[in-house]
T-cell receptor, first 115, second 113 residues
Framework: GAGVSQSPRYKVAKRGQDVALRCDPI?????LFWYQQALGQGPEFLTYFQNEAQLDKSGLPSDRFFAERPEGSVSTLKIQRTQQEDSAVYLCASSAIAGVSYEQYFGPGTRLTVT | RKEVEQDPGPFNVPEGATVAFNCTYS??????FFWYRQDCRKEPKLLMS???SGNEDGRFTAQLNRASQYISLLIRDSKLSDSATYLCVVKPVGGGATNKLIFGTGTLLAVQP
């Protein structure tokens, strides 16, 4: 079956531009996560949704980062006024059940380069 | 100090070798433990969960020592296809609603022919 998909796969933005990154989770998955992976590092948690509710946004690095999942399916991560330090791979993951340690399935990521 | 610490490597080993990776975590109340594998420019994928009793999956053996807050992964009879980054992953206690994962930096393994 289809896995988690993300678009675009690559994005180059000039410093100061706004970007929007899309995640399509596995159909029926309740939980959705966003992670940021800088070069040479492991993924770092940004935010978590259970259906349409954003239950944890403790990892968002600044108020320039905003995520939504209005209908409990597709999610968008928006970064306003991009900075060079925002350059990273942004990974989306989904899992089937909320509140239980079920496997998180990752998408291929969006590689963001801010010039 | 990072919550999950790993030796970044690289570990360069010949085919057929046995290699071991170690990881320590700082939150003694952590709930669940995993090893993920990440190929170059690909997404992380679950390799195996780690249980206190130790668990094995073919050539892979994972161990957890809660007293020492230490996790290990042993790969026997290394194959070229095992070359990847191995990420040590911890799920903290669910004090809230989140099921977030905490990743280590990853250990790079290169198996040589």
């Amino acid at each position: 079956g289809a896995g988690v998909s993300q678009s675009p796969r690559y994005k180059v933005a000039k410093r100061g531009q706004d970007v929007a990154l899309r995640c399509d989770p596995i159909s029926g998955h309740v939980s959705l996560f966003w992670y940021q992976q800088a070069l040479g590092q492991g993924p770092e948690f940004l935010t978590y949704f259970q259906n349409e509710a954003q239950l944890d946004k403790s990892g968002l690095p600044s108020d320039r980062f905003f995520a939504e999942r209005p209908e409990g399916s597709v999610s968008t991560l928006k970064i306003q006024r991009t900075q060079q330090e925002d350059s990273a791979v942004y990974l989306c993951a989904s899992s089937a059940i909320a509140g239980v340690s079920y496997e998180q399935y990752f998408g291929p990521g969006t590689r963001l380069t801010v010039t | 100090r990072k919550e999950v610490e790993q030796d970044p490597g690289p570990f360069n080993v010949p085919e057929g070798a046995t290699v071991a990776f170690n990881c320590t975590y700082s939150n003694s109340a952590s709930q669940s433990f995993f090893w993920y594998r990440q190929d170059c420019r690909k997404e992380p994928k679950l390799l195996m969960s780690v249980y206190s009793s130790g668990n094995e999956d073919g050539r892979f053996t994972a161990q957890l020592n809660r007293a020492s807050q230490y996790i290990s992964l042993l790969i026997r009879d290394s194959k070229l296809s095992d070359s990847a980054t191995y990420l040590c992953v911890v799920k903290p206690v669910g004090g809230g609603a989140t099921n977030k994962l905490i990743f280590g930096t990853g250990t790079l393994l290169a198996v040589q022919p």
